[in-house]
């Protein structure tokens, strides 16, 4: 009966081998590594050390315990037949290494002699690039081998053997069942050798890598008690009390068309404060429309129709749903091709649509209301080629509201005015400008340039009547002169 001896070729730099190693792998006439796919193989190559590798079971098994059972069953039949084996794996035998466990209760059961030799792995160069000490705490996990991950990691985490872009794809997906998409994770690849990669990536980007292979690894640093999730309990706890018994009767008497108002207003203050680009009163009104949504929420849950968690759940649920993109395994080329995606998806989940043109709140703007509708349509191809033919409509839909002002309809001149206003929205779309949004820079564009005639007249200590429409438009002109500085 012959023994197994395990040894490490280390992280990839061929100086890096202990000297206890060489002398096994050079003074055997059995050495089987693992792979052949590791940096240190050339040098081996180089000083004609013979040797054979189990590259054809990763050909053959169905899965990585496949390949790994075979290994250990193949090395334990060459002991049984009498062979002294040297078996070398990358980096150290007892560093995340499954082989050797394998191997080790394969030979226990066998009553083959086993011997394992320390060797340096990949984690020491890790240590000392990263400038991190395991005494801190530190969990080394396969990549196949996260199952068993923890719901809540105590430590830093170390992903070994991420081979490929699907492993990756899976390892990110398991990982952010616990850390947020865009934890900050380290990507670490050909550790110890000339082209070493070492580089702070957001965990949601880890399989769109450029190069991923047998010597990718991952460090995911541990997660500091501050980066919870946040709470909306506070939150909802007041709500709860406004609308208890003995609480406030404004709030007990609300219910969701009573708010309708409010919730919109909230909505166009939001968008004021992003207009205003003030920071401060942003982080206040998207408070304000939190409060609504929550005060919404209770509403429902009082009718026990659906708690704020069903709202939170909703939407996580879709946007996973609606970016296979970033959470399956779709790939997309740009933006475009992401909101195609989109679209094909959400067409999908409104089955019970009938018209290419439902889907449109009856309560939004007009504006916004005439704009989405063209789009609707232009999906389907009822669009104009390009925008010359819209300028022609244009003038023709003012030549109609001319007629009808000379005509004197109210009715008639309301519905070719409404044609005039449908048709510019039409030539914003082909700007791609949104006329919601040009409309109301003009409006505060507007309301500046009045506000500063209404400062000239009052310092001027001037009566409105007494000026001409000569004098406020020469106000008017100085107000865009000093707009425009």
Known sequence: MGQITIVGLGPGDFGLITLDTWDKITNTDKLILRTAIHPTVAELDKRNVIYTSCDEFYEQGASFDDVYNSI?????????????????????????????????????????????????????????????????????????????????????????????????????????????????????????????????????ELDRQPHIDHLTSLYIGKMPKNEQTFDLEPLEDVVKTLRSPGGCPWDIVQTHKSLRRNLIEEVYEVIEAIDLEDEKLLCEELGDLLMQIVFHARMAEEAKLFSMQDVIDGITEKLIRRHPHVFGDVDVKDAGEVLANWEAIKQAEKTERTSILDGVPKDLPSLMVAYKLQHKAAKVGFDWPDIDPVWDKLEEELRELEEAIVDGQKEKIEEELGDVLFTIVNISRFLKIDPEVALAGTNRKFKRRFSYIEEKVKAKQQNWESLSLIDLDELWQEAKLKDEK
């Not at 996260?146 to 899976?170: F, G, K, R, W």
């Not at 934890?183 to 070492?198: M, W």
Request: hydrophobic share 40%; net charge negative.
């Open 72 to 204: 250990a069953q193949k090395l334990i039949g060459e002991a049984k037949n009498g062979h002294d084996v040297v078996y070398a794996v990358p980096g150290s035998p007892l560093v995340a290494e499954r082989t050797v466990v394998i191997i080790r209760q394969k030979a226990k059961e066998a009553d083959v002699k086993l011997n394992i030799m320390p060797g340096m792995s990949f984690m020491e160069v890790l240590y000392q690039r990263l400038n991190i000490d395991p005494i801190d705490g530190l969990t080394i996990l396969d990549a196949c081998d996260l199952e068993n991950l923890p719901s809540e990691m105590p430590s830093a985490l170390v992903i070994t053997q991420v081979y490929n872009q699907h492993v990756a794809s899976d390892t990110k997906l398991t990982l952010m069942e616990n850390y947020p998409e865009d934890y900050p994770v380290t990507f670490i690849r050909n550790l110890s050798l000339p082209d070493e990669e070492i580089r702070e990536i957001p965990l949601y």
